[in-house]
């Protein structure tokens, strides 16, 4: 064996896994450690039992296990075997199992103490895929509570050492190979904005041709950018082999691709991210990166994970250039700016932040995970994706409503597919359509079955008449699915459901209805837009049981479904359509309007009036009305408001606007009614005390009076709301008598007093009385006697007696007190 880089720390690690059962190995690409590292383990007097290697991708698992197996001297089968989907290589004197990130999650969740298993190593644990990151979390668990004999080891060239070590134990090891480090030099294309992305990069790969030698790699985001490039290709140079790379590849075609020529021909593998890491390519020293990655995200808005193409982070890129450099010098050629290089994501987010996790929810709930958080999460799940799995999870029926798994929700966890596609399957199988079902979902996970088109059930058609190897294989394990799901259920009678049906009840919120007449526009049962191409075959549908969609939430385009009749819902997914009591805000009236509805989520079959609407509905339902518009919706009368007012001024919590809307429920509910104007305004004052209670009153007439009274007797609301601060407007002959200036609160506070004429007109602002009285004062009096001259305007105010009667009818009624005091 030709000595690699990873044999120089192997010894470190060896050691280590002697001394604990966890480590972290960081070494670069082409330093070998995908194929070393289980071979060396197996040597050890502690691994009695099988190394699992986990690896991201079918192609990749192959591969490593093919030439480990051909190190050893050996077929895969034998010493080395692998486990994937479509393909298995296995036997009884298998000890090193390469298997995928999705098959090792399926095999601890049925055999959580991996009897027979002594290590798992978790190969390119960078990438962050959600099974690795589960599996990573699951087999932690599982060495903690069950197996500390087991060795895990996550290892990478581009991981944070430290954050894994961390998440394994404070004690674990960081062992890090230097690599071989081969030149490697970039060529900075640009981007080609005006051309087609086939066209940019068969031009990208032709100079590259005529500049180099060896073989070229080159990275598309897609099967049908591939495609089109291999056709171009093709078409220029006869004479270069040129290989497409990529999950739908037949096996026979990915060998072809990943291995030299036998021939000695010069060849161009053109290559999505499945190239860019666990594969070395042999001969492959040029690499030409179009820079962009297509990765699946789950739209929360649309309820469907869709494929998006984005610009590969700075980490992928680094990868895919790497691929140049494994074997010798190398040379990379990028599609974009060297100066747009830094602008680019330092790395792809992890699935766990962007993927659905219903899947993760569902295997936990079967795991029997208590707090999820207490697990080993890289990054735990989002609070708000895990609400959105477990009620998804709910309506298919797998989590009870204490969010425990039910037993059919365990029957769709051991089931090798998402959980709609498991439900589906179950639901085929228990009414006779069981195979239909099993095709149904195989073609969802499978792309490129059964070619291209948005209707699958042509598709359907078309992969069930393909010959192919792939097809066959893909047929013999849909069958055994359906056999597996028979054995899970009992037979409903009834005759089968039809595909679309069967798509449906896996995906009850993807079911579509036609909104307009040229079939473009759809909504789905969700409440979301869906757009359809004007010219497929499905626009003359009634409804559509959506398999596929792509592009944002607001009108994401529909790229799989099959067409329903509205005969074929009403019938087959009668148990879907709920009697709902519906409530609507008539705002013009304020008033809720109460209907019952037969409905499918966002589709009305039938509406009429409900005569006797739930009241504790009809208050939450305002209660949210209320918090959506404010405390103004509300019939509060006059003296509320001024309620309100004065402890906003004083800082009283209790009557505080958003502890009010927060708290609607308590004091606000009871009185609600249908009519907001039959809601009492004295109900809702005395509400409002209640909250306050008798020390929170108190402290708002200490800090805010409602009043104040005048020396003249009469009384003025204070006015906590002016821009000028808490003021009263007064009549000024109101204050005569008055030597200091009025005051408010605790601790007291000039109030702003608005000194009016006996005819209500503005005299004077002040929040100084008696600056007033012996300042401006004279000025006012000049004014005010000749348009007031029945009133009194003494020159020494505040040594007067307050009143606010005439001249003569304060000194007629002086003289009456003089008289009845001489008597």
């Given amino acids: 064996m030709t000595d690699l880089p990873i044999h120089a720390v192997l010894p470190e690690l060896l050691a280590a896994l002697r001394q604990g059962p966890y480590a972290v190995l960081i070494a670069p690409p082409g330093a070998g450690k995908t194929t070393s590292v289980a071979p060396a383990l197996i040597r050890e007097p502690w691994c009695s039992g099988k190394v699992i290697l986990l690896s991201p991708r079918r192609v990749a698992a192959r591969a490593a296990a093919e030439r480990m197996a051909e ?14 989907r479509l393909d298995s290589k296995q036997s009884a004197k298998t000890r090193i199992l390469v298997m995928t990130e999705a098959i090792f999650v399926a095999t601890i969740l049925h055999d959580p103490e991996l009897q027979g298993v002594s290590a798992v190593l978790f190969d390119e644990a960078h990438e962050r895929h959600l099974d690795s990151d589960l599996g990573l979390a699951l087999a932690v668990e599982s060495a903690g509570v069950l197996r500390e004999d087991l060795r895990i080891v996550p290892m990478s060239a581009t991981i944070d050492g430290q954050r894994f070590a961390s998440l394994l134990g404070a004690n674990t090891p960081v062992i890090e190979s230097e690599g071989k480090a081969w030149p490697l030099s970039f060529r900075w294309l640009g981007a080609a904005p005006e051309k087609r992305l086939e066209e940019a990069m068969t031009s990208a790969v032709l100079t590259a041709w005529r500049e180099q030698e060896g073989d070229i790699l080159a990275f598309l985001p897609g099967v049908g950018e591939i495609t089109r490039t291999v056709e171009r290709l093709s078409e220029r140079l006869s004479d270069a082999l040129v290989l497409p790379l990529h999950g739908q590849c037949e096996p026979a075609a990915q060998r072809a691709a990943i291995r030299r020529d036998p021939a000695g021909r010069r060849r161009i593998v053109l290559a999505t991210s499945i190239a860019e890491t666990s594969l070395t390519l042999d001969g492959v020293s040029v690499v030409v990166d179009a820079g962009l990655s297509r990765r699946p995200e789950f739209d929360k808005a649309a309820g469907v994970t869709r494929l998006i193409t984005t610009r590969a982070s700075q980490a992928s890129a680094a990868q895919r250039a790497g691929r140049a450099a494994r074997q010798g010098p190398g040379v990379a050629y990028r599609l974009w700016e060297e100066a747009a290089h830094a602008g680019r994501a330092a790395y792809d987010p992890p699935e766990m932040l962007t993927s659905d996790l219903a899947p993760l929810t ?7 995970a208590g707090d999820m958080a207490d697990m080993a999460w890289i990054d735990p799940p989002p609070a708000a994706a ?13 989590l009870d409503g204490d969010g425990r798994i039910t037993a059919h929700g365990r029957a769709m966890a051991s089931l090798p597919m998402g959980p709609e596609q498991a439900h589906m399957l179950l639901y085929g199988a228990a009414r006779g359509a069981g195979e239909a079902a099993a095709e149904l979902a195989f073609l969802l996970q499978e792309r490129g079955l059964g070619g291209r088109g948005d209707d699958l059930l042509a598709r359907l058609e078309r992969w069930r008449r393909d010959r192919s190897p792939k097809a066959e294989a893909a047929r013999q394990m849909a069958r055994g699915w359906a056999r597996r799901a028979k054995g899970m259920v009992e037979r409903v009678a009834g005759e089968p459901p039809p595909e679309g049906v069967l798509l449906a009840e896996g995906f009850p919120d993807n079911l579509a209805k036609r909104r307009d007449a040229s079939g473009e526009e759809w909504l789905a049962a969700g409440g979301r837009g869906l757009a359809l191409d004007p010219l497929s075959p499905l626009t003359r549908a009634d409804y559509l049981a959506v398999g596929e969609a792509q592009g944002a939430a607001k009108g994401a385009r529909i790229t799989g479904a099959i067409a329903l009749s509205e005969a074929e819902v009403l019938t087959h997914l ?16 304020a008033r809720v309007e109460a209907l019952l509805e037969r409905r499918l989520g966002a589709f009305v079959f039938a509406r009429g009036s409900d005569p006797s609407p739930d009241p504790k509905a009809i208050a939450a339902f305002l209660c949210e009305k209320i918090r959506a518009e404010g405390l103004a919706l509300l019939p509060l009368g006059r003296a509320s408001l001024n309620l309100l007012k004065r402890a906003r001024y004083a800082g009283v919590a209790a009557l505080d606007e958003q502890a009010l809307l927060d708290e609607l429920e308590e004091w606000a ?13 004295g109900a809702l004052h005395q509400a409002l005390l209640d909250r306050l209670g008798w020390d929170g009153k108190q402290a708002i007439d200490r800090l805010a009076p409602p009043e104040f009274h005048s020396p003249a007797g009469s009384s003025h609301a204070i006015d906590y709301e002016d821009a000028g601060g808490p003021s009263i407007e007064i009549r000024v002959q109101a204050l005569f008598g008055l030597e200091r200036h009025p005051t408010f609160g605790s601790p007291p506070q000039p109030l702003l007093l608005k000194l009016t004429s006996p005819g209500g007109k503005p005299i004077q602002t002040t929040r100084d009385l008696p600056g007033f009285w012996r300042g401006s004062w004279r000025d006012v009096v ?42």
Wanted: proline share 5%.
């Fill in 362 to 368: 569902l295997a936990l709930a079967q795991w029997g």
């Fill in 71 to 84: 190190l050893l001297g050996e077929s895969a089968g034998q010493t080395v075997g692998y486990l994937t």
């Fill in 386 to 398: 895990l609400a959105a799995a477990r009620a998804k999870l709910a309506s298919l029926g797998a």
């Fill in 574 to 589: 009668a148990h879907r359509i709920e009697r709902r009591s519906t409530l609507r805000w008539v705002g013009d009236e």
């Fill in 669 to 681: 509910a009871p009185h609600l009614k249908r009519r907001l104007d039959q809601v009492q305004a």
């Fill in 782 to 823: 000049k004014d005010m006697k000749g348009r007031y001259p029945k009133h009194r305007w003494p020159d020494e105010p505040w040594a007067e007696d307050p009143s606010l009667k005439t001249k003569n009818a304060f000194n007629a009624g002086k003289k009456q007190g003089e008289g009845k005091g001489r008597s």
